[in-house]
T-cell receptor, first 113, second 112 residues
């Protein structure tokens, strides 16, 4: 069964600290993996898109990694800010018939001062 | 550019009532999608339209219908609302099917 599992479910960190969010997937065949940020009461916004051949991709203080062999991805946030408080959603895309976008349940990050 | 817009932002319905959620995009995208998001669950695809004139069922289509009115607009209709349809509904669009998606602000629907 195609699944995307994210951990931890929630995380609290102090402003200025770094953190890493995990995404494990069992989706096959794999096309690409995306990380979205969803602020409370808003729609998700794309952070990164990674294809099979990409290991690392950065977007400002956000760095995503992908290990297609172990089917794991991580999102690293550097020098966290209060505005990073949000839900982070991992999505795996599989180009095959039927449902091709598999969403994780998200990790809720709270950054406190 | 407004991106993806949704109306209404909030709605309360009684069981059995009907309503249509509206979605429009101004990015000239070919593909549009409707999702629902419930607490503790990931976004789930209700219906999508890969291109103007086509619609397909997603993961949870029961109780919903859609209309791709034109390239810009994609509506979601609840014919007879049920409490299980209480959720936040998101519309999204992408240049082509499965390309990067842009989401609207959501509609919060409560069915009593």
């Amino acid at each position: 069964k195609n699944q995307v599992e994210q951990s931890p479910q929630s995380l609290i960190i102090l402003e200025g600290k770094n953190c890493t969010l995990q995404c494990n997937y069992t989706v096959s065949p794999f096309s690409n993996l995306r990380w979205y940020k969803q602020d409370t009461g808003r729609g998700p916004v794309s952070l990164t898109i990674m294809t099979f051949s990409e290991n690392t991709k950065s977007n400002g203080r956000y760095t995503a990694t992908l290990d297609a062999d172990t089917k794991q991805s991580s999102l690293h946030i550097t020098a966290s800010q209060l505005s990073d408080s949000a839900s982070y959603i991992c999505v795996v895309i599989s180009y095959q018939a039927g449902t091709a976008l598999i969403f994780g349940k998200g990790t809720t990050l709270s950054v406190s001062s | 550019n407004a991106g993806v817009t949704q109306t209404p932002k909030f709605q309360v319905l009684k069981t059995g009532q009907s309503m249509t959620l509206q979605c429009a995009q101004d990015m000239n995208h070919n593909s549009m999608y409707w999702y629902r998001q419930d607490p503790g669950m990931g976004l789930r695809l209700i219906y999508y339209s890969a291109s103007e004139g086509t619609t397909d069922k997603g993961e949870v289509p029961n109780g919903y219908n859609v209309s791709r009115l034109n390239k810009r607009e994609f509506s979601l209709r609840l014919e007879s609302a049920a409490p299980s349809q209480t959720s936040v509904y998101f519309c999204a669009s992408s240049a082509r099917d499965l390309y990067e998606q842009y989401f609207g602000p959501g509609t919060r629907l409560t069915v009593t």
